[in-house]
């Protein structure tokens, strides 16, 4: 009986300290117990075995216009078309802040986070650092392989890939995906 009360004084702790974290939108925290039966919990899940414990939404901040505003000043920064980043977001999280792939990738932009490391990203579900850091890394694939469908396959299965093809690499997933992205940004742009 002590330790379910040691684990609901513990829940009930990480609930107010997500509560009065400044800057966050959207929080989600996973547990685990372990085989000695203690329990884990974390906001930056590492292993398949978390599972969503709590989702804390509408923080402030939280709403698609914010997100929109930065998307368009850091896709002016980098010389992109907004509409483009909107589509890549969209493919990405789903505008979710708080997303975490199965692979580990993070935030709005799906950042994993070895490279969010070499993009100086700390805090990978900030709004701002993340689409900050997205955008750097988009435009930084977009110079390097020159064409939107390069770039886009170079965000999503990494450059390596698509030097090793000369081109879209030949998996299905990074394929739908850059059709997907384009696809949206057609229609963002007007398009039928």
Not at 72 to 85: H, M, P, S, V, W
Not at 116 to 129: M, N, R, S, T, Y
Not at 145 to 152: K, M, Q
Request: include cysteine.
């Amino acid at each position: 009986m002590r330790l379910r009360t040691g684990i609901f004084a513990t829940a009930a702790f990480l609930v107010v300290v997500a509560f009065a974290l400044p800057g966050r939108c959207w929080a989600e925290m996973f547990f685990y117990e372990d085989d000695q039966g203690r329990m884990h919990y974390t906001n930056q899940p590492r292993m398949t075995t978390y599972r969503v414990f709590a989702i804390f939404k509408n923080f402030p901040n939280a709403d698609r216009d914010v997100i929109l505003r930065v998307v368009r000043q850091k896709a002016d920064k980098y010389g992109l078309d907004n509409r483009l980043i909107q589509a890549l977001i969209q493919v990405e999280s789903n505008f979710k802040p708080g997303a975490v792939s199965h692979k580990g990738a993070q935030g709005l932009m799906q950042i994993m986070p070895g490279t969010g490391k070499e993009l100086g990203l700390d805090q990978p579900h900030d709004i701002e650092a993340n689409i900050e850091a997205g955008v750097k890394y988009f435009r930084m694939q977009l110079d390097r392989f020159g064409s939107h469908d390069l770039a886009l396959a170079a965000y999503n299965a990494g450059p390596a890939q698509v030097e090793r093809y000369g081109g879209v690499p030949p998996f299905k997933e990074t394929q739908d995906y850059v059709k997907k992205v384009l696809s949206i940004y057609h229609k963002l742009q007007g398009g039928a």
